[in-house]
């Protein structure tokens, strides 16, 4: 059994990750293919099967990594990514041809369950929060303990810890160092995350019709909000102040201004002061509106409250 043994300092610095990795979402898709359960894979499996029986040389170079456990290992780990480049463009290529084509359903599923994840965090704790991170994971203060990952133990010391849903990984969860931005010293511990039974296969449906579909969804928030407001919700779902979010969207600070004042105005965003700074939030309202959740927004609408109406042009 692995054991993640956290400090008070390591949960005051939990956090959830902000998008999802494609490398690291190859990864376990390549360790994915080999397995043969869980029949929404089927017939991805078999679709990717069916390609890699052709006799190129990419294939037999994919062949080759998904039968390497150390040099999938290896790419996990950044320190050690750079040794292996020829397990690297094998990733690619494979990536290319599995992962790829279906990018952009995932990243919404996968930023989705991200939501999920704060929202959990934010209405119930740290301590629900690690309770519920899926089989095969227990929570049993101070210790995280997880199955299906051999035995060890990691002690953050501190630097907290971030937590990643995957769609693909099979295993109960996997610790990964993290070498992304400001969380770079604190570990990853990834777990899976998947739809329900019934919508995995849309999920990793071929055809461009359904990816239209998928599109389509995508960009309805931009549709009912404004495209640089739609940006700038999905910005503030870590707290950031006026002057990073105009960094992160390439407009003014004036600009970030009349946004964010139409978004509070809405109940999808608030606002609060941080010394000289304004600092602001998603709401719940907006993290409902980000994931699609109609019937839940549709509840909360319901209830007693003045939402002003604003032009949804940006």
Known sequence: MYRIVLSADDLAGIRISDGAVPLLETVFALEALKETGEEGFHEWRR???RHLMNPTARAERIVRLSGRADSCSALLDPSTRAQHP???SAAQDFSRLAVAPHWEPIRVHLENAQESLRDTMGRHGVGVLLGRLGPGIRWRPPVLEIDGM???RLRPTGRGLVLMPSLFLHRPAQVVRNDRGDLQSAPLLVFPDRPRSEDLPGLLADGDA???DRREEIDSLAALVGRTRAAALRAVRESCGNAELAERLGVTTAAVSQHTAVLRAAGL????RRGSHAVHSVTQLGRLLMRGDDAQLRQMLSAPRAIVKQPATA
């Open 86 to 88: 020829q397990a690297l």
């Open 47 to 49: 679709r990717v099967r």
């Open 150 to 152: 051999g035995s060890g």
């Open 210 to 212: 359904v990816r239209g």
């Open 269 to 272: 965003i608030s606002t609060r």
